[in-house]
């Protein structure tokens, strides 16, 4: 146990306030104010200078929520390991409490002119429902034996030198004359002049108020934030007053000590150049003879590290009795840039102290994160988390549970195979609780049956009782599904990890409709040799496009024979969405639900009625069967912050591996997620959730369908999906089912690999999200007129940004395609979007080109190179007529979101009031063509739109497009797409 002996003469060792009783040197760190509360919101690091020269960077969250558990968590992920102090800070100009002295931070929000950081609001409202951080983080420090201090800027100048509303006080806006008038960086002229006594007096109230309400081991003066307190030439002979300041603030804290019953230190903090303190008026020697201070940290000031610390000199002149205590900030200078340190250089620096004889060693502004953060754990040893770990005989929902009552954080899965027969249900009670694979091990939640013990027939099958494999609804009743119907959980067939086929006819492609009997009611002929043997069989479905390329169903079937022969007719027709089926001749369609269809080893025929699934008897030979049975969701979130899955894979069931609604900050990483009747993960109404480095593989539906963010407010979701890799979906519904799909506003996908669908890759509704630096490749296989990146339906989804992705080899070669395919869709009135810097390798087919618009306007396409592709833009012109009933029916279906209101006009001006009536208008500018038709296709009267173009350049096959000038470099293929770790 790392108990604290404050200032204790301990033999052979120099006083210092927190000798640990193993002899550990002392580790402290200085929290800046405002750190937890970063890591509770989204960060954006770099705004883009132009036209996505660069790619937004983000920071999200560490797992944390607004809550008292939160702030616990966090000192948790702190306080672990070697730390002994955790100097907390709590002002720069401003008060990050609510002060009586000086004012909050927040007050600004309303101030005329202030454009206030985020998470003012935050805090305000923190303390407002009575979480008072700061408390929170000093009772937990001494739960985990950590000493907690509080730190005073004693001259902070952030933003003097703007006079930014948000971090000037009033204190300093209405006191000119108490401002240094004196030249150098940092504005320091504009910082308070120490030698004015309402300047001392008001920052002793302040640090009284302070100890009153917080109940601390110590406090810091923070000298080095910012380090001039006289005017210019008056700093030596004004040190009799700093030295009086602090024998004040002396005082304050004995009086706080005997209220407390417990010592209040008091720790200074200067620059490490000794010479330059002292003629700053900083006479550290006074006040350690005095005893005016127990500690003393000497400093770098931002700038670079450094090693020559005259720590002999600083000892000589402060003695024994003061802990001298070497101090560093985050960052370091090569080739004239500064980054922030690694852990290599963290490292030697201490040892370097050490060797120097520094008592202990402290880090400021180290900028942590500290859940995620590899240096923070290798600097200080590995937080001694407290975790619940469960193996696979354990149910984790009864671990869930147990978390709830003892208030641990972590569940920690050994590897192995969990069997799920229950939905494990998680709520705001699980806000910060993490689910994590055991460190080096592969936890799977299986939702899978299998199938064993099957019976023979003589005719070469076998089949598989699923009620005695203990299958909960072996009878499961058909319902029809397709694209814009409601899915119902469907069933699948998997072994050795591969999905297998529900047997069909025909295998491997479709039969045509030859003659349409009744089109509404979808009565026909079709040249099917089988069908003959199928008149009045039970069970049968058909799955086909039977009206457009880009809608399949699955319907009901019967054969029946009238005197010219067999009949099709497709049942439950008032499933349809009303947007006009018709059947029409030549459209695909196969058969399902016949034993009959059982020709290949990888098949499979389920039969509802006896509960059964049927297998060739050559398969059985190849080992067990794996049927999903699990028909809920795995994991239901509902309204949690913080929550954190990592490292699990969720594989096998009828329904879906995750649903959430309403959560905030969800991490969801380094999961695998195979294997489902509908889709993977489903997360609603999510605000900076992040999915990195997942794998989503084989679906009936979609991979991950994510929505977040206010279309109302424009208030962005700050959703992520980075680094992911998406494959095999729309294994059921095949068309309509892209293997991502999001709607909202502001989020973002980035390095992700998506790759063989039968359809499209992504479908986006909404505005403003951003998709760069993907790889689509090998999509839309099978259906027809849709993109690998899709938008349709409203000239209101706006903003939308594609940029440096790449497209290659998009679209099937398929006689049932009659429209064609391509990289990027805009479709049915899509507007104001922007495509850049992309690369379109064989991604158009039949009229489409690379880029295709569907009666939009206001469309960008700049800077992309387009090889293999019949045209880089094709446009499908609209009449006005069309035009304006798409409108109207847009504006109607989302005039609650308003898009007419003030918000919209300020985020998109006056384009989204003219583009009603605007003349029909695309933008093509810089790109590059090598080889295909030329650069545009009109797929209508080419004078219903105008094509502006502006500098592309069209090259014969096979031509260099490296030499073409104006043209802006495209990332290389080896740095898009999933990045190695």
């Known amino acids: ?78 306080a672990g390991g070697k730390l002994t102090h955790l100097f907390i800070n709590v002002n720069y100009q401003r008060s990050y409490f609510p002060s009586k002295t000086i004012e909050p931070v927040w007050t600004s929000i309303d101030e005329p002119g202030s454009n206030p950081t985020w998470f003012y609001r935050d805090m305000r409202d923190a303390f407002a429902r009575g979480l008072d951080v700061y408390a929170v983080m000093i009772r937990r420090c001494r739960e985990r034996q950590v000493s907690p201090w509080i730190s005073f800027r004693m001259n902070d100048i952030h933003g003097v030198a703007k006079d930014t509303p948000a971090d000037v006080c009033a204190f300093w806006r209405e006191h000119p004359e108490y401002h240094l008038k004196r030249d150098g960086k940092w504005n320091w002229a ?89 003629a700053s008026g900083m006479d550290a020697g006074v006040w350690s003879r005095e005893g005016l201070i127990d500690m003393l940290i000497v400093c770098n000031m931002f700038g670079s590290i450094e090693y020559e610390y005259p720590l002999d000199a600083w000892r000589k002149l402060v003695g024994d009795r003061v802990a001298l205590v070497a101090g560093t900030d985050n960052g370091i200078r090569v080739n004239e840039r500064r980054r922030v340190l690694n852990l290599g250089e963290y490292r030697h620096w201490m040892d370097t102290m050490r060797r120097k004889g520094a008592d202990g060693c402290y880090f400021f502004n180290f900028a942590l994160r500290p859940f995620r953060d590899e240096t923070w754990r290798g600097l200080v040893g590995e937080a001694p988390t407290e975790a619940i770990t469960i193996g696979p005989g354990d149910s984790l929902a009864a671990a869930v549970e147990r978390a709830r009552r003892t208030g641990v954080w972590t569940i920690r899965l050994k590897g192995g195979v969990y069997p799920v027969t229950e939905t494990v249900a998680l709520d705001q009670r699980d806000n910060g609780l993490e689910i994590v694979a055991a460190a080096g091990e592969t936890p799977v939640l299986d939702g899978g049956i299998a199938l064993r013990n099957g019976e023979k027939t003589d005719d070469g099958f076998v089949s598989y009782d699923l009620a ?50 009744d089109a509404s009611n979808f009565v026909f002929r079709a040249n099917l040799p089988l069908a003959e043997k199928l008149v009045g069989a039970k069970g049968l479905v058909a799955h086909g496009y039977y009206t457009h390329g880009w809608a399949d169903y699955t319907l ?100 879906c591996a995750v649903v959430a609604d309403k959560t905030e900050g969800l991490v969801f990483e380094r999961n695998v997620v195979e294997k489902f009747g509908l889709n993977g993960v489903v997360a609603t109404n999510a605000t900076r959730a992040r999915f990195s480095r997942n794998t989503f593989r084989t679906f009936g539906s979609s991979g991950l369908v994510l929505k977040g963010g206010d279309r109302k407010t424009l208030t962005r979701g700050d959703n992520l999906v980075v680094d992911c890799d998406f494959s095999d979906g729309g294994r059921i519904v095949r068309s309509g089912s892209h293997v991502l799909m999001t709607h909202g506003v502001g989020n973002v996908f980035l390095h992700n690999r998506f790759h063989d669908l039968p359809g499209a890759a992504v479908r986006f509704d909404g505005n403003d999200h951003l998709f760069a630096s993907n790889v689509i490749e090998r999509c839309v296989l099978e259906a027809d007129d849709w993109g690998g990146i899709e938008n349709y339906g409203s000239p209101f989804y706006r903003g939308s940004k594609i940029v440096h992705n790449v497209f290659r080899n998009i679209g099937g070669v398929s006689k049932w395609n009659y429209c064609g395919q391509c990289g990027v869709r805009f479709d049915d009135a899509i507007s104001g979007m922007y495509v850049y810097g992309n690369r379109f390798d064989n991604a158009s087919r039949g009229c489409f080109g690379g880029v295709q618009v569907h009666g939009g306007k206001g469309n960008v396409i700049e800077n992309n190179l387009f090889t293999g592709c019949n045209t880089a833009l094709s446009v499908t012109t609209w009449s006005r007529e069309n035009w304006l009933n798409k409108w109207n029916l ?52 080419s004078d219903r739109v105008e094509v502006v173009q502006d500098g592309n350049v069209c090259l014969p096959a096979g031509a260099d497009w490296t030499a073409v000038k104006d043209f802006d470099p495209l990332p290389s293929e080896d740095s898009l797409g999933v990045r190695k770790e």
């Open 190 to 278: 504009n910082g308070f002049d120490y030698a004015q006594k309402p300047v001392r007096d008001r920052m002793c109230a302040y640090i009284r108020e302070a100890l009153e309400r917080y109940d601390a081991d110590g406090v810091e003066l923070d000298f080095l934030r910012f380090p001039c307190y006289f005017r210019e030439g008056e700093e030596r002979k004004s040190a009799p007053i700093l030295t009086a300041f602090v024998r004040e603030i002396h005082a304050i804290c004995d009086a706080t000590a005997k209220r407390r019953g417990h010592p209040v230190k008091i720790a200074a903090r200067m620059t490490h150049e000794l010479e330059k303190a002292v």
């Open 890 to 941: 847009a504006y109607e279906r989302e005039k609650d979101v308003m898009p007419l209101s003030e918000t919209w006009r300020k985020a998109y001006g006056d384009a989204v009031l003219k583009l009603k009536d605007e003349p029909a208008r695309e933008t093509m500018r810089r790109n590059v063509i090598v080889g295909g038709e030329g650069l545009v296709r009109y797929n209508g009267p």
């Open 1 to 78: 146990m790392k108990t604290l002996l404050f200032f204790a003469c301990l033999v052979g060792m120099r006083v210092f306030g927190a000798v640990v009783s193993d002899g550990t040197a002392p580790l402290i760190v200085n929290e800046p104010a405002e750190h937890f509360f970063l890591a509770c919101t989204p960060l954006k690091e770099a705004a883009e200078p132009d036209a996505f020269a660069s790619l937004w960077a983000f920071r999200f969250p560490a797992g944390v929520d607004l809550s008292e558990r939160g702030v616990e968590r966090y000192v948790d992920a702190l």
């Open 468 to 517: 005695a494999a203990g299958f909960p609804d072996p009878k499961i009743s058909f319902k029809p599904f397709g694209m814009g119907i409601k899915d119902p959980a469907q069933l699948m067939v998997y072994r050795d990890g591969a999905a297998l086929t529900e047997a069909r006819e025909p295998n491997d492609d479709f039969t045509g409709v030859t003659e349409v009997l």
């Open 556 to 655: 009901p079937a019967e054969i029946s024979r009238d005197e010219k022969g067999v009949v099709f007719r497709l049942g439950s027709l008032e499933v349809l969405p009303a947007w006009g089926h018709l059947l029409r001749e030549g459209r695909p369609f196969r058969l399902y639900g016949s034993k009959l269809f059982l020709d290949r080893d990888d098949e499979w025929f389920y039969d509802r009625a006896a509960g059964r699934i049927w297998m060739r008897a050559t398969a059985d030979a190849k080992g067990a069967p794996v049927v999903a049975a699990m028909n809920g969701p795995f994991l239901k979130v509902d309204g949690t912050k913080g929550l954190v899955v990592r490292g699990v894979t969720f594989r096998c069931g009828r329904g």
